[in-house]
């Protein structure tokens, strides 16, 4: 949707149209539209740098996020901009001068960068007192602008509506769209967004159930917020290792010897794992090279294979006596001979030994120390919450490791070589839709709530763009996301704490695996006996004599293996970026569907059986 003249400011161009999309048609022209906006895109970025309080440049580089695929950075971009436009307005609030100066700067420069990218055009000249370099009185200046700033927040609340319904986040994006209505009333823009919103979700419905005739909900409630995003390596990232390279498995196998000195890291092939159950089959071709943990020597049944220490961890809870650095169960008062390592400068932040508190202290306490409105954040969630709030917590923590470390958060020993099970990026589509979206997306977990934790860490999110831009925050969930464990309350079932081990989630995933793994302080990978090895399939019961043996390949698991293939498979999906298809997936599902084919053979008899007898019992007309 475009924006008229007469409703704001500026508008952006829009390079990416229909016509224009038929004009491209062939690869390298593709390539070329490709490169020229990516080019746009690292000049805003650039200038963001430079002046990180221009809520115009978040615009402009919304439109390139957009129109290369990526919705997600866009409605990041579109989010940080209002919220520019929100401080520009509120005199108190805390960026409120650097926000105004830096309106002041665009409007001196005319809003419009030198290159022949992505462009704004201003639709209304700026105050004569600004355009002749006037100091102006600040009331006086932001009164003369207020109508301005009011329309471009209308065209944030219209670009937010539409990238978020590409997302799929259609109820955030109903309430922008509401937000925009609510202001302006007779603006056609909000009335066609909300009613492409219902039609939307209308038709998804209608699909699932193709009988209904209820269509009375409350979008405001009802319309569904679980949206994807790409899960992708983005051209600009820099800071991602070839992580199949020499260098980085010789890194690996130096980390690898202090941990599982009996264990070496090797490029091992995978299958390419599809989102839908029913492309999965024996007949599976298509690979894609990985790491795997493999055993340089025999590992009798219940020895260890791994232990490893991380200080990456999180937990949901408020005042349960966990370690704050490695999330392991404090022991009782009772039995303590002397008092547990504190911070004396935090509330109820107790370590579990000397080691974690030196640890904690060395590398990512002192970003959090003293803060004690970051304490209670994503802490205590609802069950449906708790998983992305433990998401956030790690994100959390990294931001500290990174902070206190000065190193990028992407460049962390903790996460630099973990597998995002990224996409490779076509050159460029002419349909978002076309590109497979993998990351589990929600506007408020994906682009609010991170903002919100940088701001209780006491971090500008502004001025600490490259670190904390939406793009690092989707990488790193992309890789916590496929590599995080899990301990569950043995209460409720819910998640309540979490790691990030970078050795440990080298393992592949089997739902048949050969090892068990505890969490607790430090994660174990322990051999699987004949006892507690998995037994599946009629030809492999009694036949598993455990233990792994050299040049086999160590495989964990990523969900509860007691549980039905169709379960597991539903569980694994986010871990594994699609369908489980290990042998014993592959088998169990095999077994299910042939079932499946003889129950619908009994049922379809026992049909013809009655449909025989109705004809006997059928009176004779003569």
């Known amino acids: 949707m475009g924006t008229s003249p007469k409703t704001s400011r500026f508008r952006i161009l829009r390079v990416h149209t229909k016509d224009q999309n038929h004009a491209i048609c062939n690869m390298s ?65 805390e960026y409120h001068e650097q926000a105004v100066e830096a309106v002041r700067r665009d409007l001196e420069s005319g809003g419009t960068p030198k290159d022949d990218g992505w462009r704004v055009t201003l639709d209304l000249d700026p105050p004569a007192h600004v355009s002749d370099g006037a100091e102006a009185d600040i009331p006086e200046y932001l009164s003369s602008i207020a109508p301005t700033l009011e329309k471009d927040r209308l065209l944030c609340f219209e670009i937010l509506s539409r990238l978020l319904i590409q997302c799929g986040c259609l109820r955030s994006a109903y309430g922008f769209a509401e937000r925009g209505f609510d202001i302006a009333p007779g603006d056609p823009r909000f009335l066609n967004i909300r009613r492409q919103i219902l039609e939307t979700n209308n038709a998804v419905l209608l699909e699932k159930e193709p009988n209904r005739t209820d269509w009375n909900y409350n979008p405001k409630t009802e319309l569904p917020e679980q949206g994807y995003a790409r899960r992708e390596l983005y051209p600009w990232n820099k800071h991602e290792p070839d992580r199949l390279s020499k260098e980085s498995v010789r890194f690996l196998n130096g980390q690898m010897k202090n941990m599982a000195p009996r264990c070496e890291v090797r490029v091992v092939d995978l299958p390419v794992l599809e989102a839908d159950p029913s492309s999965s089959s024996s007949e599976q071709s298509a690979t894609t090279k990985q790491l795997g943990i493999f055993a340089t020597e025999d590992i009798s049944p219940y020895e260890i294979v791994l232990q490893e220490t991380s200080i990456l961890t999180a937990n949901n809870r408020l005042h349960d006596p966990l370690c704050d650095a490695c999330s392991a169960p404090l022991p009782p008062i009772s039995s303590l001979q002397t008092p547990l390592p504190t911070c004396p400068e935090c509330d109820d932040i107790i370590f579990c030994s000397q080691r974690c508190h030196d640890l904690a202290i060395s590398l990512y306490h002192p970003a959090v120390c003293g803060k004690p409105d970051l304490e209670a954040v994503a802490k205590d969630p609802s069950p449906l919450a708790a998983t992305n709030a433990l998401y956030l917590l790690l994100l959390g923590r990294t931001f500290a490791l990174s902070e206190t470390q000065s190193v990028h958060p992407l460049d962390l020993d903790e996460t630099k070589h973990l597998c995002g099970d990224f996409i490779s990026s076509p050159p460029l589509t002419s349909s978002s839709s076309a590109v497979s979206r993998k990351l589990p997306f929600t506007f408020d977990d994906n682009i609010v709530a991170p903002l919100h934790l940088l701001e209780k860490m006491d971090i500008d999110p502004f001025i600490s763009l490259p670190a904390t831009d939406t793009w690092v925050t989707q990488t790193l969930l992309a890789k916590f996301r496929g590599t995080a464990s899990a301990r569950m309350n043995p209460r409720t079932g819910i998640p309540e704490a979490c790691a990030v081990h970078p050795m440990w989630c080298l393992a592949n995933h089997s739902c048949a695996p050969n090892v068990r793994w505890e969490w607790v302080g430090d994660m174990k990978l322990m051999a699987r006996g004949g006892d507690d090895a998995v037994k599946w399939g009629v030809t492999r019961i009694g036949e598993v004599e455990g233990g792994i043996r050299r040049g086999e390949e160590v495989l964990s698991y990523y969900c509860d293996i007691e549980l039905g293939v169709r379960e597991r498979r539903e569980w694994a999906a986010g871990a594994l970026g699609g369908i489980c298809v290990c042998e014993r997936c592959l088998w169990e599902d095999a077994e299910r569907r042939k079932e499946a084919t003889e129950e619908q053979k009994r049922e379809d008899k026992a049909e013809e059986s009655v449909d025989v007898r109705q004809l006997w019992d059928r009176p004779l007309r003569i």
Do not use: M, W
Request: glycine share 8%.
């Open 29 to 93: 022209q593709l390539q070329r539209h490709k490169t020229g906006l990516l080019e746009s895109r690292n000049t805003f970025t650039s200038q963001l740098v430079q002046a990180p309080y221009s809520y115009i440049t978040y615009l402009k580089r919304a439109e390139c996020h957009e129109n290369l695929g990526f919705a997600d950075l866009g409605a990041g971009d579109v989010y940080r901009a209002l919220l520019l436009i929100d401080e520009v307005l509120d005199e108190s609030g």
